[in-house]
């Protein structure tokens, strides 16, 4: 026994309910890769983040002391926001011999070949009196 088809009951075929799944599918995946990429740039940022106050409180300790290093590398760790960072400074003289420029590199410790921050600045040395 077969019905008559009319054009009130007439609705979508398998083929192109699959074809709009698989579509769907395919945004959606996009869509989680888009989310993953953003979550995992974050966390690059904040250490960046961290690693340029690292920087930025070892130029402000050596100009608060008033420090004059002697020329050549110093090396060091700090701890913030919970990560343990690794320092490198490299003081080398200027023409002004009344100033050393002072490079600051930040790393993290378990890859302290990838530099997060690269930081400079100089150090004045004062009369004394």
């Known amino acids: 026994m077969s019905f008559p088809k009319s054009r009130s009951q007439r609705g979508f075929t398998l083929l192109e309910s699959l074809v709009a799944l698989a579509i769907l599918a395919i945004a959606l995946a996009a869509v989680l890769r888009a989310t993953s990429a953003s979550t995992n740039h974050v966390d690059a940022l904040r250490l960046r983040l961290l690693a340029d106050w690292v920087a930025q409180n070892r130029l402000a300790l050596h100009a608060g002391?008033?420090?004059?290093?002697?020329?050549?590398?110093?090396?060091?760790?700090?701890?913030?926001?919970?990560?343990?960072?690794?320092?490198?400074?490299?003081?080398?003289?200027?023409?002004n011999p009344a100033f050393r420029r002072i490079e600051v590199s930040v790393a993290q410790e378990n890859d302290p070949q990838h530099a997060l921050r690269h930081l400079s600045g100089y150090l004045v040395q004062f009369p004394r009196r």
């Open 65 to 95: 002391r008033g420090d004059w290093l002697p020329v050549g590398t110093q090396q060091g760790n700090e701890v913030q926001a919970g990560l343990k960072f690794i320092w490198d400074e490299k003081i080398s003289s200027t023409p």
